[in-house]
C-alpha cells in the first residue's frame, strides 16, 4: 500500500484553484494507479476562512478516485 500527502497548501491553504486541484489530484492518482493509496492531508493551517473548502475538496478526490479506478 502506498501512503500520500499532498501539500496542503496545493489542496485547501492558499488560493482556492479548482482546476489546478483537480490537475494535481489526476497526475498523482494516475502514478498510483492499479495500487492500493491512502490519501492523508494533514497539516492544515487555514483554509483561509471558508471551512467548506475542505468538504469540497474530499468530492473532488473522491470524483477523481472513481474516475481514475
Sequence with gaps: MASWR?????????????????RILRE?????RGRYMHLHLKDIETAQGEPDR??????IVREKAEAVG
Design 6 to 22: 499532498p501539500n496542503p497548501t496545493d489542496m485547501v491553504c492558499s488560493e482556492w484553484n479548482e482546476s489546478r486541484i483537480r
Design 54 to 59: 475542505l468538504a469540497r475538496w474530499v468530492r
Design 28 to 32: 498523482d492518482m494516475e502514478a498510483f
